[in-house]
């Protein structure tokens, strides 16, 4: 319960023009046994001295409080992005998700397919770590980013991580890249792994789901299969780049589709040269990107 701040007295002026740089202070615990509610007030850049302010118990002992300016408590912490990684070929799309989002101090909880262990054996002679604290040191040491960020990956039949209850809130998740069996499993409601789990949640809870398939040609059971996740709510983003930003290289190409991605969820971490956007710009994100890297 909050009280009206005191009426001023003889000694004491109030001041209608408050200037937009005061803070808010309240006056946190010491209520004792007769709970006393806390006293409120406003004060300038300069709160007062703790020492001096006391809230008074029903027996009369004084009771020391601390002030801190209310908007401390009231910033809510980044919530996690989930990111899944499938057998689908590219498993590039991924290494450089994660690169771009722990370079920018994104907090990932990771979960790849089963098969994605086989995949990475097949495309690149690479054996993917089945322990969690194992395969976060293999992601960072693969990405280049030994220590931004915050990365916890899980089991891929781990259905009772924090990621498979829609009470666990994060800012959605990223399939990337998405197979067409993940996608058929999805699209009939199945949930036989913690990455089809975690998806069928986001869209039971109405977050964010973006997959980005990497298949081709795509049959009729795929085209079905992608429609009904696109009516469920999801973003369906092919794994398509684009020539417009003028690539340079093969990271350009699968960062473009990245970007793309991300852009369906707000984040924006990509030194990307959008379409007309000032070229000055975009590399100044993109040194600042490679500083971070290499910190």
């Given at each position: 319960m909050l009280t009206e701040p005191p009426?001023?007295?003889?000694?004491?002026?109030?001041?209608?023009?408050?200037?937009?740089?005061?803070?808010?202070?309240?006056?946190?615990?010491?209520?004792?046994?007769?709970?006393?509610?806390?006293?409120?007030?406003?004060?300038?850049?300069?709160?007062?001295?703790?020492?001096?302010?006391?809230?008074?118990?029903?027996?009369?002992?004084?009771?020391r409080n601390r002030i801190r300016p209310l908007t401390s408590s009231l910033t809510p912490p980044m919530k996690p992005l989930i990111l899944g990684i499938t057998g689908a070929s590219?498993?590039?799309?991924?290494?450089?998700?994660?690169?771009?989002?722990?370079t920018a101090e994104y907090q990932i909880e990771l979960v790849a397919s089963r098969s994605t262990y086989m995949v990475f054996q097949a495309e690149d002679q690479i054996r993917l770590p089945s322990e969690p604290e194992e395969q976060e040191m293999f992601w960072r040491e693969i990405s280049g980013v030994p220590t931004a960020g915050k990365l916890r990956c899980h089991r891929w039949g781990d259905v009772g991580a924090n990621i498979a209850?829609?009470?666990?809130?994060?800012?959605?998740?990223?399939?990337?890249?998405?197979?067409?069996?993940t996608v058929g499993k999805l699209a009939a409601g199945l949930s036989g792994d913690l990455l089809e789990r975690a998806a069928d949640v986001q869209l039971k809870e109405g977050r964010k789901l973006v997959i980005v398939p990497r298949e081709t040609p795509l049959s009729l059971i795929h085209l079905r299969n992608l429609t009904t996740l696109a009516e469920a709510g999801?973003?369906?983003?092919p794994a398509t780049p684009a020539w417009y930003h003028k690539p340079e290289s093969i990271e350009d190409l699968v960062d473009f589709v990245i970007a793309r991605a991300f852009d369906r969820l707000d984040i924006d971490c990509i030194p990307l040269k959008r379409w007309k956007t000032d070229p000055t710009i975009v590399e100044e994100r993109r040194a600042s990107s490679a500083d971070?890297?290499?910190?």
């Amino acid at each position: 319960m909050l009280t009206e701040p005191p009426h001023p007295t003889n000694q004491q002026s109030c001041n209608t023009s408050t200037p937009p740089s005061q803070t808010t202070y309240a006056l946190r615990g010491g209520l004792g046994g007769g709970h006393s509610p806390p006293q409120w007030g406003v004060w300038g850049s300069e709160p007062p001295d703790p020492g001096s302010i006391s809230t008074k118990n029903a027996n009369g002992s004084g009771a020391r409080n601390r002030i801190r300016p209310l908007t401390s408590s009231l910033t809510p912490p980044m919530k996690p992005l989930i990111l899944g990684i499938t057998g689908a070929s590219g498993l590039i799309y991924a290494i450089r998700s994660i690169k771009h989002l722990l370079t920018a101090e994104y907090q990932i909880e990771l979960v790849a397919s089963r098969s994605t262990y086989m995949v990475f054996q097949a495309e690149d002679q690479i054996r993917l770590p089945s322990e969690p604290e194992e395969q976060e040191m293999f992601w960072r040491e693969i990405s280049g980013v030994p220590t931004a960020g915050k990365l916890r990956c899980h089991r891929w039949g781990d259905v009772g991580a924090n990621i498979a209850s829609g009470s666990y809130r994060t800012q959605g998740m990223v399939i990337i890249p998405c197979s067409m069996s993940t996608v058929g499993k999805l699209a009939a409601g199945l949930s036989g792994d913690l990455l089809e789990r975690a998806a069928d949640v986001q869209l039971k809870e109405g977050r964010k789901l973006v997959i980005v398939p990497r298949e081709t040609p795509l049959s009729l059971i795929h085209l079905r299969n992608l429609t009904t996740l696109a009516e469920a709510g999801a973003a369906i983003v092919p794994a398509t780049p684009a020539w417009y930003h003028k690539p340079e290289s093969i990271e350009d190409l699968v960062d473009f589709v990245i970007a793309r991605a991300f852009d369906r969820l707000d984040i924006d971490c990509i030194p990307l040269k959008r379409w007309k956007t000032d070229p000055t710009i975009v590399e100044e994100r993109r040194a600042s990107s490679a500083d971070l890297s290499e910190s």
